[in-house]
């Protein structure tokens, strides 16, 4: 288990167990990091994560309080950091993802107009220098639905538009537990749509094929699946 995720499950046991209830204010971060023999940066990624889905409310200057919603809704909103990991069916859909999106991407480099093309780098630059995880997602979800419109099948496209939201959660999940991962996220972006600006279909499908890999390899070492099926 990832440092982070040790964190995450300690912070969420003391919640479920009684011990933090919402409206309780989290012992200091030294204080805690000595009681859940945690380091000050995994506990820290942990609250991060925590208070991004709700669960946490990190108040400036004040401290950071486990939010006052009713325990039913407390533990909906804790399922969205762990429901994939005990659900591998999101490995499913990233292979589809991983089979169907290059093929899309090829198609559009071929058949995207200029403006169209062009309107990708444009929205990859509405990103703000240090973009949090959840605006960067959203980038994301809108980047692959241009592609799949642009291969010109509608079919195709709304086939990837159904598969690719339910692979959201684990993106934002990566977004918030691996260091860099929205960075490269928007590298990778910005080298498929120079594949495709320079209309060539198969160094864009290429490009797309990493892409979706890198998340599809990130997931499988979350769950912890042993070996690493994917194939680029």
């Known amino acids: ?12 046991g003391m919640i479920t167990s009684g011990e933090l ?11 805690l990091g000595a009681q859940l023999g945690l380091s000050r940066s995994s506990l820290r990624e942990a609250v991060k994560a925590l208070s991004m889905i709700n669960v946490l409310d990190v108040r400036r200057g004040d401290g950071t309080y486990v939010t006052s919603l009713d ?13 994939f990991q005990h659900d591998k069916s999101v490995l499913h859909f990233l292979e589809v993802r991983r089979i169907l ?14 403006d169209d093309i062009a309107g990708l780098d444009g929205l990859l630059d509405e990103l703000p220098p240090e ?9 994301d979800l809108e980047f692959h639905r241009r592609i799949a419109r642009g291969s010109g099948n509608p079919v195709l496209a709304s086939v990837i538009d159904s598969v690719s939201g339910r692979t959201q959660r684990a993106r934002i999940w990566r977004g ?33 094929v990493v892409h979706i890999a890198g998340v599809e390899r990130w997931l499988r070492q979350a769950l912890g699946s042993g070996t690493d099926e994917t194939t680029v």
């Open 21 to 31: 209830r919402p409206g309780d204010r989290l012992p200091s971060e030294a204080e």
């Open 176 to 208: 918030i537990t691996q260091a860099g991962a929205v960075r490269q996220t928007l590298d990778e972006h910005r080298a498929i749509v120079a594949a495709m600006a320079d209309r060539s279909p198969h160094v864009a499908q290429a490009c797309s």
């Open 1 to 12: 288990m990832a440092l982070t995720d040790e964190a995450i499950e300690k912070i969420r």
């Open 101 to 114: 999106e290059p093929a899309a991407t090829a198609l559009a480099a071929a058949a995207m107009s200029d």
């Open 71 to 83: 325990p039913g809704l407390l533990m909906d909103a804790m399922s969205f950091a762990v429901d």
């Open 131 to 139: 973009p949090g995880v959840e605006e960067a997602v959203d980038n």
